[in-house]
């Protein structure tokens, strides 16, 4: 897993923050500053040595900081300041200091931040990781790095709800509980799990883009999600039941052949784009999964919502969005990876999209797998060589253990007078792309005299193919034009 291996406070990226708030940020977020208040304090850690928060000789001035009050711990050697006693609450925490460590040890019960957490060194949540948790309530800017034990619980609420800024950085073990605005940063060693819950009214909200959401296991229930999140190594992130996904989600950010996993739980929707970038040896290093856990509808991939790329999808799903295999249509070389995308349950609503390139010969996006596909919606199909078709071309696009229905419509480039893009289906186990003409219609590829008794047959049962002069009604010109047709040749 790249750089989530290593998270000890020395090791981990330092936020980069010079003074005591963030000014610019805090004002942006409609938060008060500590400073302003003719009330507030600073307190600063008289010596660098440990101790507990609560010692009233160990600060400067003496006394305690609360409320509005500014806590500072500066030096530049190791110490580390336990907080012990219940419903501790500061305006500014910080930890100017990178050798210095804060940790909660609060058995039950919580430490609020009014306005910001700033500095170098290292917050640590439920350190001494009690049964009863430590709780750290955010009305404010949180600048630093906090690490959570298992336990701890980072919370806010939709009356005033925190800020992770782009220096940020969470990692650990523990719960992050409400609508936060995230900028920052997660990282996570092994075995780890951070849990995302309720991020609603505009949810949990990474907007950088820039860094690394490296995390073995990230569970997120009844979150909405908006902005850009890479999964790399053996990382999982799990959405739970009732969450909406409206940020893009990359999954095996590095196409290593290892296990990157995307999850989603029953009545979770996603509006965003999803990426798949497995190794092209092991679709399962990336995989789109679609659980049974909690209940209500299955997964969907929503009207704005995608799948691309080259992996897995697995579990059951909803799509009405765009389902798009391969890594993109620019550089006809990428069409070597397209070893397509293996599904299990999908069923294919009414504004669902496929899209398949195609570059001539075999070269085309393929979904394939033992899959049960229910199909509906659209094929778009897109040509990314100037190739010629040819009358009998047949792209492989769709294959599953059962495929059931058809799809509504067929979007694709005109090939002249005489050739155009088909849709043949296989017996209830996949669709194939045909190139074709008006005179084949059994769809074969050849025409021979079977297409005669398949017009036949198509003719009395009213099918659209019988229709050879296209002028919506089946009647003895259709015969002479299917005749005409078919001595003419494709």
């Known amino acids: 897993m790249q750089g989530a291996t290593q998270t000890t406070h020395e090791s981990i990226g330092r936020a980069k923050l010079g003074g005591l708030t963030r000014v610019g940020l805090l004002a942006s977020c409609g938060f008060a500053l500590a400073a302003t208040s003719a009330s507030a304090q600073v307190f600063e850690w008289a010596a660098p040595v440990n101790g507990d928060w609560s010692d009233s000789s160990a600060w400067t001035p003496m006394g305690q900081p609360f409320g509005s009050d500014t806590a500072v711990f500066g030096f530049t050697t190791p110490y580390v300041v336990t907080v012990t006693e219940s419903q501790r609450r500061v305006g500014t925490l910080n930890i100017a200091n990178p050798e210095a460590q804060v940790h909660l040890s609060m058995n039950g019960s919580f430490f609020r931040l009014n306005d910001a957490f700033v500095g170098d060194g290292l917050f640590v949540v439920n350190a001494d990781l009690s049964p009863a948790g430590t709780t750290v309530l955010v009305a404010g800017v949180i600048s630093g790095t906090i690490e959570l034990r298992e336990g701890s619980e980072l919370s806010t609420s939709l009356s005033s709800p925190g800020v992770f800024d782009p220096d940020s950085l969470v990692t650990g073990t523990g719960v992050i509980n409400g609508p936060f605005v995230y900028q920052g940063r997660v990282l996570s060693k092994e075995g780890d799990l951070i849990d995302f819950r309720n991020g609603t009214n505009g949810g949990i909200v990474e907007t950088q883009g820039t860094g690394l959401w490296d995390w073995p296991v990230a569970e997120m229930t009844n979150t909405r999600f908006v902005g850009i999140t890479p999964i790399s190594g053996f990382d999982t992130m799990f959405f739970g039941q009732g969450s909406t996904i409206d940020g893009s989600v990359l999954v095996n950010k590095f196409g290593e052949n290892v296990g990157s996993q995307f999850r989603v739980a029953r009545d979770a929707v996603v509006d965003g784009p999803v990426e798949l970038n497995a190794d092209p040896t092991n679709l399962a290093s990336a995989r789109f999964f679609g659980t049974d856990s909690g209940s209500g509808a299955v997964p969907t991939i929503g009207e704005t919502g995608s799948v691309s790329g080259v992996g897995r999808i697995e579990g059951e799903w909803l799509n009405l969005g765009r389902v798009s295999p391969g890594l993109g249509d620019s550089v006809i070389g990428d069409l070597e990876a397209f070893v397509g995308i293996a ?19 075999d070269g085309t996006d393929t979904i394939t797998g033992t899959a049960t596909h229910t199909l509906g919606g659209a094929v778009v199909v897109n040509q990314i060589t100037d190739d010629i078709r040819v009358f009998g071309e047949r792209y492989e696009f769709l294959r599953g253990g059962s495929v059931t229905g058809e799809f509504d419509s067929l979007v694709a480039d005109d090939l002249g007078d005489v050739l155009f893009f088909d849709l043949v289906y296989l017996d209830d186990t996949g669709v194939d792309l045909l190139v074709t003409c008006l005179a084949d219609v059994d769809r074969s ?32 010109d259709d015969f002479s034009t299917f005749v005409a047709n078919f001595f003419a040749g494709c």
């Open 343 to 361: 599904a299990t349950s999908i069923e294919y609503g009414p504004s669902s999209v496929v899209a398949i390139d195609i570059a001539g010969g």
């Open 445 to 476: 590829g050849t025409l021979d005299i079977d297409d005669f008794s398949a017009f036949v047959s198509s003719f009395f049962a009213d099918a659209d193919v019988a229709d050879q002069d296209a002028n919506g009604v089946l009647d003895i």
